[in-house]
């Protein structure tokens, strides 16, 4: 009977159950909108990963004789060498597109996770313990949404200065109320849940019943709202450097791009048109892929 046993096994092994991921990935190749998605968001991270390699020239290289120079394919005479045109300098438009993605990828995922980091520890701590923790923690997240973001920012850069990682802090701490505020409503809905009950009955501590039973379950959330804020915050940086109070004017971003720009709409539209597009398409790519993933990662919303 065990030789019996042991051959049918090595006949017909065990089917292997098809993992979550597994499925997720096959609904995204399937999903049109989230692989669209995927790939602008793609066209921009490569563009920052390897800028120095596809950029056409070096993005402060300037030739003022090629001063406001109009697109190479709108030029009847074909003597252009710049794809999309130069600036009021004579800076190549593409390379500085390209190497402005560096920039607002940088702020856009750097801000995001100072505010995940500070906003998931305290809506953990407020919903878990409840009570004047609770209270103390969603009074000042009260303080924080009343003041206004453009206020704090201007304070903030005309105090200390304009700066890179300034900027980042910046959307960092201004951002943290609303993941604060998510998982806090989750984990008081979690934390009531029989099997965080049954850790606390077998003397589990609350750190690893938060560590183990309630972060696992409020993750999916916080994916999907980072996602998007992501998106948010490099319209914000874009924002704050289109009215000098983000990056320096001499590092390429496409705010300060679009602030180049402004000047020139009617005689050289291409100066802003072309980085306002690199922004639009890197947001609506972020936006399709947070769209699927809160689609996707909750229950409710699947189809």
């Given amino acids: 009977m065990t030789t019996a046993t042991v051959t049918n096994n ?4 065990p089917i292997k159950k098809r993992g979550k991921w597994s499925k997720m990935g096959r609904r995204f190749v399937r999903n049109p909108w989230a ?6 968001l793609m066209l921009a991270v490569v563009s920052a990963l390897f800028a120095p390699v596809i950029a056409p020239s070096t993005p ?3 030739d003022l004789r ?3 120079v109009a697109p190479s394919w709108m030029d009847d005479t074909g003597k252009s060498e710049y794809l999309l045109g130069t600036d009021q300098v004579g800076r190549d438009l593409l ?3 390209i190497y402005g993605a560096r920039i607002s990828l940088l702020v856009g995922v750097v801000s995001v996770l100072i505010s995940l980091v500070i906003g998931v520890i305290l809506g953990l701590i407020a919903g878990f313990y409840g009570r004047w923790v609770d209270d103390l923690l969603m009074r000042l997240a009260d303080v924080q949404l009343a003041f206004p973001f453009i206020l704090f920012a201007i304070i903030v850069m005309t105090v200390f200065g304009a700066g890179l990682w300034k900027l980042i802090l910046v959307l960092g701490i201004s951002n943290w109320v609303g993941f604060a505020r998510l998982v806090r409503g989750q984990v008081m809905s979690v934390k009531e849940m029989e099997y965080v009950q049954a850790a606390k009955a077998i003397g589990a501590t609350n750190l690893r019943i938060i560590r183990k039973h309630v972060l696992p379950n409020v993750s999916s959330s916080i994916i999907v709202l980072a996602t998007l ?3 948010t915050n490099i319209l914000l940086e874009a924002s704050l450097t289109f009215i000098g109070l983000g990056v320096d004017p001499s590092i390429p971003t496409w705010g300060g791009m679009l602030a180049d720009g402004r000047n020139y709409l009617e005689t050289a539209w291409w100066v802003a048109t072309f980085p306002g597009i690199a922004i639009m398409i890197t947001v609506f790519g972020i936006n399709l892929l947070g769209d699927w993933l809160r689609d996707e990662l909750d229950p409710n919303l699947r189809v």
């Fill in 10 to 13: 090595q006949t017909n092994p």
């Fill in 35 to 40: 692989m669209t998605g995927m790939f602008l």
């Fill in 60 to 62: 402060d290289k300037a």
């Fill in 66 to 68: 090629a001063r406001l």
């Fill in 95 to 97: 390379s500085r597109i």
């Fill in 229 to 231: 804020n992501v998106a």
